[in-house]
C-alpha cells in the first residue's frame, strides 16, 4: 500500500513535542511515526519514545487545525504515562500470571484505568495549550465511541461503557446484556477511586481484582471464541484506539488531583450507584464469599485517597436502569458539552499558525529581529567555546492594548513601598563623620572632655545610587500560569520604582529551543525604561525551554557594557536549566560556571519559584540563591532581597 506524502508541518509538530517534552520531564524522546496499516493511534515504547500516527481514521472529520490539536492531545497523554504510570510494577505483576488471557485482560484493565486517571491529575503538571488540546483530544474520543448496544458481547459492552464513564462520567446508549450491566454497576464506583487515586501501584492492583472479579464474564466468551485474543486486541481499537502505556515514577504525585466537569460528573455517578445498591437486595452468600477471596488479592498499596469499595450487590433482573438512566448522554444532553467550542477552534488556528511560521523560519538564518537596540548585541558563546544561534527581539507593546493600567493598579501599593524603601536607603548614603581614636584631631570635641574619641573620621558616600540592576526572567514552559503572572509583577513593580528613583534597570526574558534558533532573548525594558517599554511587559509568557549558561552570560555582557559603580542581577527560574544544547548535568555545571563570571561583574541573586528539589540551582548559584515555595511571596522576596543588597553596599 502506498504511504501518503507527510507535510512538513507535521516535522514541525514533532519537534514542538520533543521539546515540550523535554522541558516538562528534563529529559529527552523521539517522536516515531506509526504506519497508517497499524491502525494505533499513539503509545509509547519500553526506549521512552513516543509512537504517534499522523492520520488515522478517527480524525478523518476533523479541520487541519482540530487534526493538528488532536495529535497535540495525544502526544500529552502519552506524556502524562511517562510521568503517572508505573510500568516497572505492572511488568512485574504481569509475571505472576500464568495464564495468557488473564494477563490480557488484567492488560486491559490496567489500560482502563490508567488514562483517566493520568488525565485527571494532569492539570498538577501542565496547564494553557497542552491541557486544552488534552481535553479536546478526550472529548472527540468519546464523541465518536460506539453505542453501548452496538458492542457485540456482554464483556464489550461492559468494557464499552466503563471507557464512557472513565472519560466523561457518562454512557452512550443502553445495555443490551443484563451481566455487562450488573458487572458496570459493581465496578464503577471503586473504578472512580482508582482513577482520583494518587498511587499506580494500588491502580494496577485494582486492575488485577477486577480481572479475577469479572473472570465469569469474560471466561464465557474466551471459551467460546477460538481467537479471543484477537477479540481483545479488536477491543482495545476500537475503544482505545491503540494502547498506551509508560513508566512513570510517580513519587510526586499529589493526593488530590485538579477536580473538573468530568472527574465532578462520575464522582456523581459512582455516588448514585452506591446509594442505588443500599436500597436494593443483599447479595448472594456466595457472591459475597467470592469478593471478600478477591479482595486480599490487590494488597494494602492503597493510600487514604484510593480506600476499597465495599462488596458489590446484585440488582434485580428488570429493573428499571434509574441511575443508568440519569447518567445516559441521550437522557442528559450531553451535546451541551460540543467537544469543539470557539476557544478551542481559535487555539487549534493559532497553534497552526505558529507551527506553519516556525516551518518557514527553520529554513533561514536567526538574526536579530530589531536592530535598534539601543545596546550591541554581546558576542558569547556557549559551553566549551560552542557557537549558539541566538535571536534577540526588542519587544514593543500593542498600541490599543490598555492591559498595563491593569498590571500598575494591582501593584501600585508594592511599587510605593519598594519605592520609599529604597529612598530611605539612598538618604543614609551621605558624608558623615564619626568619632574615634585617631584620625582628623578635634580642639572641640578634646575641650568637651566627654570622650577619649578626640578624632573625626570621614566617611565617605558609597554612591549607591549608582547602580545598574538587571533582571533576568526564565519565560520557559514550565513557567506558564500564576508563575509567569508574578515574574510579570516582579518586573512591573522594578521598573517602576527604579523609573522614579532614574535608576537604570534592564528586564530581558529568555528561552531556547523556539523559533528556529537556540536561544530566543525578548528584551523588554532597556535602560532607557521609558513607559512605552515598560508596557512591553504585558507581553512576559511562557515557552518551550531554557538555556540559563548562556542567558546569564548574555546578561553578564549587558552589565558589562554598563557604567555603574554598583551592578546587581536578579535571575528568576523555576528549575534547572533544561535545552536540546544540554546534555544529563552539562547544563548544571555550563550555568554554574557562568554564574562564576557574571560575580566578576556584578553581585547575583537566583531566585527559584515552587521548587521541590533545588539542590541543583543552590549548588549553582554558591549561596545566593533563594528558595520561594509560595510563588505568592515572589514580589516580597525580591524587594527584601533587593534592600539587603542596598544595605550592604552601605
Known sequence: MRIPAIPTTWASEKRLYEKQFFAVLRRRTKIIDIPPEEGELGYTSSDGNIHEAYKHPIMDDLSKELQIMFRYGVFTHETLHQIFTSFSYLEQKLTTISDLTEKQVFSLFANLVEDP????????????????????????????????????????????????????????????YPEAELYFKKIAPEFNRMVTCSDPHARIDAAYKWMVMTRP?????????????????????????????????????????????????????????????????????????????????????????????????????????????????????????????????????????????????????????????????????????????????????????????????????????????IKSLLRLDYDTYSRTTSGKYSLKRDLDHTSVKVFDKRKEKKNIDDMAVMLLIDTSGSMHGEKIKLAKDTAVILAESFASLKIPCYIMGFTADTAGCDVLHNHYVTWTNNKAERKSLVKLNANANNDDGYSIRFATQILKKKKAEHKLLFVISDGAPACMRYHATDGVKDTSLAIIEAKKVSDILGIGIGIHHCKELKKMYQGRFIDVQDINELTSAVCRQLKNILRKWL
Open 117 to 176: 486517571s493520568i488525565e485527571y491529575f494532569a492539570p498538577d503538571v501542565f496547564g494553557g495549550e497542552m491541557l486544552q488540546a488534552l481535553n479536546f483530544s478526550i472529548r472527540h474520543i468519546y464523541r465518536m465511541s460506539p453505542q453501548i448496544s452496538e458492542s457485540p458481547t456482554a464483556f464489550s459492552q461492559f468494557i464499552n461503557a466503563l471507557v464512557q464513564f472513565g472519560d466523561m462520567g457518562l454512557l452512550k446508549g443502553e445495555f443490551t
Open 217 to 421: 464474564l469474560w471466561r464465557k466468551e474466551a471459551e467460546e471464541k477460538e481467537k479471543f485474543s484477537d477479540f481483545l486486541n479488536e477491543l482495545l481499537d476500537e475503544l482505545m484506539n491503540g494502547g498506551m502505556v509508560g513508566d512513570g515514577d510517580a513519587k510526586n504525585i499529589p493526593e488530590n488531583g485538579v477536580s473538573d466537569e468530568r472527574s465532578e460528573r462520575r464522582a456523581a455517578f459512582s455516588k448514585a450507584l452506591e446509594e442505588e445498591k443500599k436500597v436494593e437486595s443483599p447479595s448472594e452468600e456466595n457472591e459475597s464469599s467470592s469478593s471478600s477471596k478477591v479482595s486480599s488479592v490487590a494488597g494494602d498499596k492503597s493510600n487514604k485517597t484510593c480506600a476499597q469499595s465495599a462488596d458489590s450487590s446484585k440488582s434485580p433482573e428488570g429493573q428499571e436502569r434509574g441511575v443508568l438512566k440519569r447518567f445516559t448522554e441521550t437522557e442528559t444532553g450531553a451535546e451541551g458539552h460540543p467537544a469543539v467550542d470557539k476557544s478551542i477552534a481559535k487555539l487549534a488556528s493559532e497553534l497552526k499558525e505558529k507551527l506553519e511560521k516556525e516551518e518557514a523560519s527553520d529554513s533561514k538564518e536567526p538574526q536579530n529581529e530589531d536592530l535598534d537596540l539601543p545596546i550591541e548585541i554581546p558576542r558569547v558563546h556557549g559551553s566549551e567555546n560552542t557557537a549558539v544561534n541566538c535571536m534577540n527581539v526588542r519587544m514593543k507593546a500593542d498600541v490599543k492594548d490598555n492591559s498595563y493600567s491593569a498590571l500598575l493598579s494591582d501593584n501600585a501599593r508594592s511599587i510605593k513601598m519598594l519605592t520609599s524603601s
